[in-house]
C-alpha cells in the first residue's frame, strides 16, 4: 500500500512539472491582476473602468472637437505600425515620423493627437495601457526630433475598433497595431 501511495505521489508530481517545463513565455492574453504586472492604478487610463466606455465619445482638444472613432483620412498625417505586444517605434516607422517633427517645429500653433490603437489580444485594460504606451512612445521619438510636445495629445483607444477573431499574424491584426497621428489644426 505505501508503494502504490508513494508511486502516485510521484506520478503526480512529475505530470505537475513536466506540464510546466515546456511553457512559452507569457502573453498578452493572460490575464493578470494590475499589481502582479507591477501596475499601479496611475498606470492605467483613468477611463478604462466602468460600464460606459468615455474614450469613444467626441471629446475636444485644446478646445477643438475631435472624434476618435470617425477621423477624417485627411487629418491623418502618418500611422506608425507596431510588432505584436510591442510599443517601441520599428526602425522601418520612424522615417514616418519626421515630416510631423518637422510640421511642428515649423508652425509651434500646431496641435496634434496620438491614437494609439491595439488588436483584439490580451484583456481590455492591458490594450488600453499598451495602446497608450505607443501614444506615448511617438511623443517622445516627436519631442527628441526637436518638437515641442505640448503640440501633442495621447490618445489610447486600446482595442476599440480592432478587427476581432483574427490570429495574430493576419495583416487585418497587424493593421490594428498602430498608432494614427492626427493634425487638428
Not at 517605434?89 to 515620423?97: C, G
Not at 509651434?108 to 483584439?120: A, E, F, M, N, Y
Request: aromatic share 6%; glycine share 8%; hydrophobic share 40%.
Amino acid at each position: 500500500m505505501k508503494k502504490l501511495i508513494l508511486v502516485s505521489a510521484l506520478a503526480s508530481f512529475l505530470m505537475l512539472f513536466t506540464a510546466c517545463s515546456d511553457m512559452d513565455k507569457p502573453s498578452p492574453l493572460d490575464t493578470q491582476s494590475a499589481s502582479a504586472m507591477g501596475m499601479n492604478g496611475a498606470d492605467i487610463p483613468g477611463d478604462s473602468f466602468g460600464d460606459s466606455d468615455p474614450g469613444l465619445a467626441p471629446r475636444s482638444v485644446d478646445g477643438l472637437p475631435f472624434d476618435p472613432e470617425n477621423i477624417p483620412p485627411e487629418m491623418i498625417m502618418c500611422t506608425v505600425y507596431f510588432g505584436f505586444d510591442q510599443y517601441a517605434i520599428p526602425p522601418a516607422e520612424r522615417a514616418k515620423v519626421k515630416p510631423v517633427a518637422e510640421a511642428l517645429i515649423a508652425d509651434p500653433s500646431l496641435k496634434i493627437v496620438l491614437v494609439g490603437h491595439t488588436d483584439w489580444y490580451g484583456t481590455e485594460e492591458y490594450n488600453l495601457l499598451l495602446s497608450g504606451k505607443r501614444g506615448d512612445a511617438v511623443a517622445s521619438y516627436i519631442t527628441s526630433l526637436g518638437a515641442n510636445p505640448a503640440g501633442a495629445e495621447t490618445v489610447a483607444r486600446g482595442e476599440a475598433g480592432a478587427t476581432p477573431d483574427v490570429a495574430k499574424n493576419s495583416p487585418e491584426a497587424a493593421h490594428d497595431r498602430r498608432v494614427d497621428v492626427v493634425k487638428l489644426k
